[in-house]
């Protein structure tokens, strides 16, 4: 059980471009899902708490009108990235979790080049 | 702010050496989670610990919780290649639900 996917699981686009990457909870319902942008051989930098049937909360530093967060279903967060640019570029991961202990379970993530 | 230390952050064994990574947190956690991510993968859950003092074993690894619930090691005994990847703790942000994860471990097993 808990499993997390993730749409696409690479996306390559132009610079200026938009890019949505879609999250969903399988088999349980969330209400909420978290955001995470991974650089190479560094952490998870959580970017967001994407609620569902209300606003996303950011994080310091995190640009919401860059990142626009939409939880309309129990089950589906979308991220999309607007107006990409190549600094943009990196791997997005959600998770999401079924229980009230915090365990999260991550979604396989997003590769994201943006050219 | 609240913040989730672990160490070291690269270690190289040769296989069947143990390996351990340490982490800690500047404030008392209410639980602490590991994680493993491997190599192009994404983070997948392997444990959590609630209690103070807390001992779980999962075959070769062993995960422990400090008694003051600010620190945790992960020890895996006799290393595999398929151990290979890297190993995050977290910890709850104070009352929020989002976790704090540490910079990571990541484990390179020579064969």
């Known amino acids: 059980g808990a499993v997390v996917s993730q749409h696409p699981s690479w996306v390559i686009c132009k610079s200026g471009t938009s890019v949505k990457i879609e999250c969903r909870s399988l088999?349980?319902?969330?209400?909420?899902m978290f955001w995470y942008r991974q650089f190479p051989k560094q952490s998870l930098m959580l970017m967001a708490t994407?609620?569902?049937?209300?606003?996303?909360?950011?994080e310091q530093g995190v640009e919401k009108d860059k990142f626009l967060i939409n939880h309309a279903s129990l089950t589906l967060s979308t991220l999309t990235v607007t107006s990409a640019h190549p600094e943009d570029s990196s791997f997005y991961i959600c998770s999401a979790g079924p229980y009230s202990t915090d365990t999260q379970y991550f979604g396989p993530g997003t590769r994201l080049t943006v050219l | 702010g609240q913040q989730v230390m672990q160490i070291p952050q690269y270690q190289h064994v040769q296989e069947g050496e143990d390996f351990t990574t340490y982490c800690n947190s500047s404030t008392t956690l209410s639980n602490i989670q590991w994680y493993k991510q491997r190599p192009g993968g994404h983070p997948v859950f392997l444990i959590q610990l609630v209690k103070s003092g807390e001992v779980k074993k999962q075959k070769r690894l062993t995960f422990q919780f400090g008694e003051a619930k600010k620190n945790s090691s992960l020890h895996i005994t006799a290393t595999q290649t398929t151990d290979v990847g890297t190993y995050f703790c977290a910890g709850p942000r104070s009352n929020t639900g989002k976790l704090i994860f540490g910079q990571g471990t990541t484990l390179q097993v020579k064969p």
């Open positions: 088999d349980f319902q969330a209400t909420t």
């Open positions: 994407s609620n569902e049937g209300s606003k996303a909360t950011y």
